[in-house]
């Protein structure tokens, strides 16, 4: 009996040591990434606010496209927007959202919540890094961004409320 648990024990470590992490990073990109700047932002409602991180990019081929960015335990998807110089990708974060009003006549009853962070998180961040997902020949890469500079706090004004 004893010799059948060792056989057992040893082949399930040497199974699962050779199983591959389904998130490797690469230790080089593709592209340049000149700044990388995080920013935490208010909207002027309840449940309004979030972080919005920049990346700004350059010597990047156009087959490059970017998927996702996991940042302080969340992932999101990454927009593409116009820039002077390069390309920038921003992924915007939502840390509060908005809770629909109770169905009674209690308007005070607006309030925001908290957008909960991922369960598992696939990496072991510092505050000041990321892993950005992007694709290129139709496979899925993971790269670590390191040093991502804080902004100062963004304050949105209140909005009136839509008719």
Known sequence: MPI?????SFLSITVF???KAPYKLRKQAPFTITEATYQDWVGGQIG???TIVSLFIS???EAIQPDSLYFHNRVTAIDIKPAQKGRLWVANFRTEIRKNPALNNH????SGEPVPEMKNFPFKLEKDEAVLGYTLNNKVYYYKISGIKQKEKLFYP??????
């Open 48 to 50: 309004n606010s979030g």
């Open 59 to 61: 010597n990047t081929k």
């Open 107 to 110: 308007p005070v009853a607006i």
């Open 158 to 163: 209140a909005a009136r409320p839509a008719r």
């Open 4 to 8: 059948r648990i060792i056989i057992l």
């Open 17 to 19: 040591s050779q199983c």
